[in-house]
């Protein structure tokens, strides 16, 4: 349900105003929002998806699928699969003496908005709040 353009300067506020007392405090709220948030087409997609979609920014989980069908998320671990630091599948990444699990980065988040792979989000954070 369009409401007609919305007013750009001072002298269209008595036409906020009378917009606001019609469509009742669902319309002050939607006002609100729009003044505190740049319009979704014009923010930066890496700045606000981190800013949408938060969680620890130490680790993150990456999508991964087995050969049968099996299918989950692991954290990123930075020397997973190298010759001189990880021993899979023999060890566990869980007890790896050189695990380094790989922080959340603007590269990270870019490469999951491109599709090259899906990230996750742990939303308990390290003082265990959300």
């Given amino acids: 349900m369009g409401r007609g353009p919305e007013p750009h300067d001072d002298g269209d506020a ?3 105003e009378v ?16 003044a505190a948030a740049p319009p ?20 993150f989980p990456k999508r991964w699928e087995g050969r049968k069908g099996t299918q989950g998320y692991s954290p990123v671990c930075e020397n997973e699969w190298s010759p001189a630091l ?7 990444c869980s007890k790896c003496d050189n695990r380094k699990l790989a ?25 265990e709040t959300c």
């Fill in 14 to 16: 008595g036409v906020l």
């Fill in 19 to 34: 917009r606001r007392r019609a469509a009742g405090p669902l319309a002050l709220l939607d006002d609100l929002v729009r």
């Fill in 40 to 59: 979704l087409d014009q923010a930066p997609p890496v700045a606000l998806f981190r800013r949408l979609f938060r969680g620890r920014e130490d680790v």
């Fill in 86 to 92: 990880c021993d899979r599948p023999r060890t566990k």
């Fill in 103 to 127: 922080p959340v980065t603007d590269r990270v988040v870019r490469a999951h908005l491109e599709g090259r792979y899906v990230i996750g989000a742990y939303p308990l954070l390290l003082d």
